[in-house]
């Protein structure tokens, strides 16, 4: 139960698991709630491939943070966390001031390695954040023709937490990305002078859904016309071809990356709360390991796998339920189940829903065939 004292909990990072966790923790009576994140305003990321590639406005998929916190009945601080000092359960801000705690939970997200390739920052493009996607759409605005290649970056794991390691990331912008360009260039009549090539590090593209989902892409791919190598590990970008590790390279005048992902900076500068990689280990009620006042969720977490808005919800509602749990008696705790949701925008009117839970060995996989309209 709670006792006289007011429990604080703060919430580092105001994306979807961090608003996510807002939402139930705003409904236990006697919290203290502080969201911190040094941005103004939140981002409805799976719109992304839309201001790319379909002439929405970037603005329209920021919202204010503040407005949302305050509704909730929490306090909303614009400051970056620098680092957590957990054995203490004090978080220091970018300003060096700190900040006591009696839960902390970090929703950060994972970091977003773009200096990590070669030439991306002359040469690359990239759906995955709100300064990146406008200049793909710059980009491809510009763009007369020619040969494509889109595909992830590999990304490192820790060994701390057992759960599937996946080569990339996620591969769910890629899908969106390849489909979405291919019917734009149809529309302004250029896709027959363009080229269309899919990387992946992967043994297999998608590597986290199941042969269902597999069979029901592969006609789709290929009525597109586009090409999908496995296996390939990308290590340069530049002005007219990628390259990749295994020494051979691609021509491209217009390449487009998921980059690496690795942990977020405050975990990597806050001793012992990350695994090697930089990630936060948890238990399956996304408990940190060695500290048990402290949650996170999403891409942030070891346990998120693969980076994905769904999985991060997910992870929310268990880190909420615990801690009501904890702090209430009351409430049941849902088991960790995730599975990978994505609807695929194809371009004009077209999607495909992709709903799987065979990478951990679930029996659902499945992806129905979308009827063009």
């Given at each position: 139960m709670l006792a006289n004292k007011r429990q604080r909990i703060l919430i580092v990072g105001g994306g979807f698991a961090g608003l996510r966790?807002?939402?139930h923790l705003s409904r236990i009576d006697g919290l203290e709630i502080i969201v911190l994140d040094p941005r103004e305003t939140s981002l409805v990321k799976p719109a992304l491939p839309e201001v790319a590639l379909s002439g929405k406005s970037v603005e329209n998929v920021r919202f204010p943070l503040e407005p949302v916190v305050r509704r909730a009945g929490a306090r909303f601080v614009r400051a970056g966390v620098d680092r957590v000092l957990a054995s203490e359960r004090v978080v220091v801000l970018g300003d060096g001031t700190t900040l006591e705690y009696d839960y902390l939970l970090i929703a950060a997200g994972a970091r977003k390695a773009y200096d990590r390739i070669p030439?991306?920052?002359?040469?690359?493009?990239?759906?995955?954040?709100?300064?990146?996607?406008?200049?793909?759409?710059?980009?491809?605005?510009?763009?007369?023709?020619?040969?494509?290649?889109?595909?992830?970056?590999?990304?490192?794991?820790?060994?701390r937490v057992e759960v599937p390691r996946l080569s990339a990331p996620c591969e769910g912008p890629v899908g969106e990305v390849m489909f979405m360009l291919d019917a734009e260039l149809r529309r302004r009549g250029i896709r027959e002078c363009s080229t269309i090539r899919v990387f992946s590090p992967g043994r297999e593209?998608?590597?986290?859904?199941g042969s269902a989902v597999h069979a029901a892409l592969a006609p789709a791919i290929e009525e597109s016309g586009i090409e999908v190598v496995p296996g390939k590990q990308i290590s340069a970008i530049h002005a007219d071809h990628v390259e990749f590790t295994d020494s051979t390279h691609w021509p491209s005048e217009l390449s487009i990356l998921i980059p690496p992902y690795t942990g977020n900076p405050l975990v990597f500068a806050s001793e012992g709360l990350g695994d090697e990689a930089g990630f936060v280990?948890?238990?399956?009620?996304?408990?940190?390991?060695?500290?048990?006042?402290?949650?996170?969720?999403?891409?942030?977490?070891?346990?998120?796998?693969?980076?994905?808005g769904h999985i991060a919800i997910h992870q929310a509602d268990i880190a909420c339920a615990t801690l009501r749990r904890e702090l209430t008696g009351d409430g049941e705790i849902p088991d960790f189940a995730p599975e990978i949701f994505c609807i695929m925008n194809r371009g004009g009117h077209d999607a495909m829903l992709i709903l799987s839970n065979d990478l951990y060995g679930g029996d659902v996989d499945r992806c129905p065939v979308p009827r063009s309209g």
């Open positions: 966790a807002l939402f030439g991306y920052d002359e040469y690359g493009y990239s759906p995955c954040d709100d300064f990146q996607a406008p200049r793909l759409a710059q980009a491809i605005e510009a763009f007369e023709g020619g040969p494509i290649a889109i595909g992830a970056a590999p990304s490192i794991w820790g060994q593209f998608f590597e986290d859904v280990p948890t238990d399956r009620q996304m408990r940190h390991l060695d500290f048990p006042k402290l949650f996170a969720v999403g891409d942030g977490t070891a346990l998120s796998m693969p980076k994905l």
